[in-house]
């Protein structure tokens, strides 16, 4: 999942919401807001049906596959407390998520890329897995070549960033501290992950 090149506008349709933000996806949504295939009117999918749109949600907008989800399931259900929350809460702190909420990037692909690159430093150290999960106190930044900052800066004035209270960011520097941990509500994906559990309990 996290090497997906197929027709991003046609997953936005299929799942209903914005999941990939490029701006060929998103006007291809606003558009045409039903799922793709010739038969429009369609029947009420099962409660499996259901639970494999939530579970593909969660993949696609993170950029997992089916093995690292259910990796990122186990750990959860190991946990005290709700499941499902555990489950995205831990997400939402993955490096790429975080670069892109803080507004480095208009993507999460596009932040993974540069991850990937190189691009992004943790607390002045090279990180390039996006999986790295961040931590309360670290600082993301770009990597001190001229060429990234410039780049970077560009994107993060374009992007509309996500107000975050557990994580703050410097346009002037570059710069998003990790000021806490993601709460329930910091949840950027609207997703019913009860049933999400449900299903990969099975």
Sequence with gaps: MGR???PKARINRR??????????????????DHPPGMNISRRRPSNYGLALMEKQKIKHYYGLGEKQLRKYF?????????????????????LDNVVRRAGFTK??????????????QVNGITVNK???????GEVISVRPRKNLQIMYRSLAEEVSAD???????????CRATVNGLPGPSDISLPVDANLVV????R
Excluded: C
């Design 4 to 6: 997906y090149t197929g």
């Design 15 to 32: 799942l209903g919401m914005l999941i990939y933000e490029d701006a060929g996806s998103s006007r291809a949504l606003e558009r045409r």
């Design 74 to 94: 186990s750990k959860a259900s190991r946990q005290k407390g709700n499941t499902g929350q555990t489950l995205l809460v831990t997400l939402e702190q993955r």
């Design 107 to 120: 993507t999460r692909p596009q932040a993974r890329q540069g991850i990937v690159h190189g691009h992004f």
């Design 130 to 136: 996006p999986s790295y999960r961040v931590r309360p």
């Design 163 to 173: 107000s975050l209270d557990w994580v703050s960011f410097d346009l002037e520097t």
């Design 198 to 201: 449900e299903f990969l309990s």
